[in-house]
């Protein structure tokens, strides 16, 4: 965090609650101590009187919504430590989102990029790691009817299921629909094969959605706090825009805690890695920018994330940027 200067981009603001960022994920943890002080609240929608009263086609949905379950609460559901064993990614929502915007000043956890702007949860991937592109649509389209600005996406696959030509047609939809709203749609670069990232700009190594053409979308690589790029972290110098912190994270975890005070499987604490890691920064960055600059359009908070962003070796000739996220440098465009 101080690498990126966010102490510094915060003497301008910490972030507006009118700004709203949709963390389209595993769900988050809404009842942690350090996320449910900045949840998006449908002011619109009364809880619990089981009717849709802002007519949005979500009935009582005041944090968000549950597109697997299909209901209003899009919590991240915990699974026990065997589970994990079986894959999947439980709580890896409630660590993106205290990336994005934990609070901050209230003396426990962490503190997000942005910590005084909105989250709104939306699920779509169930604790078992699974999600549909039809569900992701949805959540897409529920984050952008509803008012959020940034769209944190730290999912995706290797190139498109052929086996799915209608809903990745549906999805590129979605996504320039969130243009035409004005919305930004931060993606996670993608990890690679067995730990080793690729060449996104190739058109047989795409990673979907990142790696689509539409514009209003960030693709972010992972970088270390020695400006390295992660070994797992896809790159491109067409396709990946930009990079920022994503080895050894630590965040909001499931239960009320934090990566520094859960063991992993392995017996260690568990910090984290990954460009799912590294989005939620960039998304928080846009968040932070766009607090400070309200009438910018997506087209000018993109260009100053890019702009700013500081040139560092790991990305020459392997970014659009080729640069890492520079928060304090962003705030003073
Ligand atoms: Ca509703
Ligand atoms: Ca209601
Ligand atoms: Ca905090």
Redesign the pocket.
């Known amino acids: 965090m101080l690498d990126i200067g966010v102490q510094d981009a915060w003497t301008i603001t910490k972030g507006n609650p009118e700004m709203i960022v949709a963390v389209i994920d595993t769900g988050v943890d809404y009842t942690h101590e350090d996320l449910a002080p900045n949840l998006w609240r ?1 002011s ?2 009364i809880p619990n009187n089981g009717i ?10 005041v944090i968000g919504w549950d597109f697997v379950s299909n209901d209003n609460k899009p919590f991240d559901l915990a699974v026990e430590p065997l589970q994990l064993l079986q894959g999947g990614n439980p709580g890896h929502g409630t660590h993106c989102a205290g990336n994005v915007g934990a609070r901050s000043d209230n003396g426990v956890g962490i503190s997000g990029v942005a910590p005084n702007v909105s989250l709104m949860s939306l699920r779509f991937i169930s604790e078992k790691g699974e999600g549909t592109t039809a569900e992701a649509i949805k959540a897409i389209r529920y984050a952008v009817d509803n008012g959020a600005k940034v769209l944190s996406n730290s999912w995706g696959s290797e190139g498109d299921d052929p086996a799915e030509e209608i809903e990745n047609k549906a999805l590129k939809e979605a996504i320039l629909y969130a243009q035409e709203h004005g919305a930004i749609f931060v993606a996670a670069a993608g990890n690679g094969h067995n730990g080793v990232g690729y060449n996104n700009d190739s058109d047989s190594k795409p990673a979907f959605p990142a790696s689509y053409d539409m514009d209003n979308i960030i693709s972010v690589a992972a970088l270390d706090n020695q400006d390295r790029l992660g070994s797992f972290s896809n790159w491109g110098v067409k396709t990946v825009d930009i990079g920022a912190p994503g080895v050894k994270v630590f965040s909001t975890t499931v239960g009320g805690k934090y990566s520094d005070t859960v063991i992993d499987m392995y017996g260690f604490k568990a910090t984290w890695d990954g460009t799912s890691m590294s989005a939620p920064h960039v998304a928080g960055a846009a968040a932070l920018y766009w607090s400070a600059h309200p009438e910018k359009t997506w087209q000018e908070v993109k260009e100053a994330i890019l702009t700013s962003a500081k040139p560092i070796d790991a990305l020459a000739n392997k970014a659009v940027s080729g640069g890492k996220l520079d928060v304090k440098a962003l705030m003073t465009r």
């Open positions: 449908n619109r929608e849709d009263d802002d007519n949005n086609g979500y009935v009582d949905d």
